[in-house]
């Protein structure tokens, strides 16, 4: 199974550390971010990965090779322009003819077992979500994407939406059924990741699996790459 990850974004919100190189080598604990979370990938049992990349790309991408040489790149030129969804369309002739694929983001932690939990979901023909349930973490909500759920399926999705009962951990299981809903919400002139999971959500074809009580992190800002370093080992 595949693993598509997101890189391509200038990371604004950590600007004193991304002045001068990509986001997802910002260092943590002695290594890129981005490589906390290939590691936890391939622990799960995932090992091929195709990375969008925009901002700075040639630096990441030269970290990355000599990291791991078989590492797939995909430039989204509109990186300055549109959103995280735009990225994850640029990449989809990569994944045309898999079954299944894992989906992130660069600057989101992840322990081993909340992917292992994710990889056993069953998209039938849609998306799965991991959601954490936990309103009580550490977090700051308002900055959270928050989803609604019922009986297992995701009906809203968002950062704006004001009914909710488990915000978005950053980890999808897809089928290519995403890249017809990124085409639709684009044409929308909609190029957020969470915009065409509504579409799904509409279709109802997005899922959630609950993965509470596992350790992720979204590091976004100071503050929470400050939490990294506290909680990364």
Not at 144 to 153: D, I, L, Q, R, S
Request: hydrophobic content about 40%; proline content about 4%.
């Amino acid at each position: 199974m595949k693993v598509l990850i997101l890189a391509a974004g200038e990371g604004t919100r950590l600007k004193s550390h991304t002045a001068h190189i990509p986001k997802p080598l910002v260092p943590l604990k002695g290594k890129p971010i981005i490589i906390h979370i290939i590691e936890a990938c391939k622990k799960a049992g995932l090992s091929e990965f195709v990375i969008v990349t925009g901002y700075l790309k040639d630096m990441l991408e030269k970290s990355l090779r000599a990291y791991d040489k078989n590492i797939t790149f995909v430039h989204n030129p509109l990186f300055e322009t549109a959103e995280n969804g735009q990225s994850a369309y640029a990449a989809r002739d990569f994944f045309k003819d898999e079954n299944s694929f894992v989906l992130t983001m660069c600057d989101h932690l992840v322990e081993p077992n909340l992917l292992k939990k994710l990889i056993q979901a069953h998209p039938q023909n849609g998306c799965v979500l991991a959601v954490d349930k936990n309103m009580s973490a550490p977090r700051d909500i308002s900055e959270a994407t928050k989803v609604f759920v019922e009986n297992g399926v995701i009906k809203k999705i968002g950062k704006g939406i004001s009914r909710y009962n488990a915000v978005d951990t950053g980890f999808f299981l897809c089928t290519p059924v995403l890249f017809q809903a990124l085409k639709t919400s684009i044409n929308q002139k909609k190029s957020r990741l969470s915009e065409a999971m509504q579409v799904l959500a509409d279709q109802q074809k997005l899922f959630a699996a609950d993965v509470t009580g596992n350790f992720w992190l979204d590091v976004d800002t100071e503050e929470e790459l400050e939490q990294a370093h506290q909680k990364v080992i």
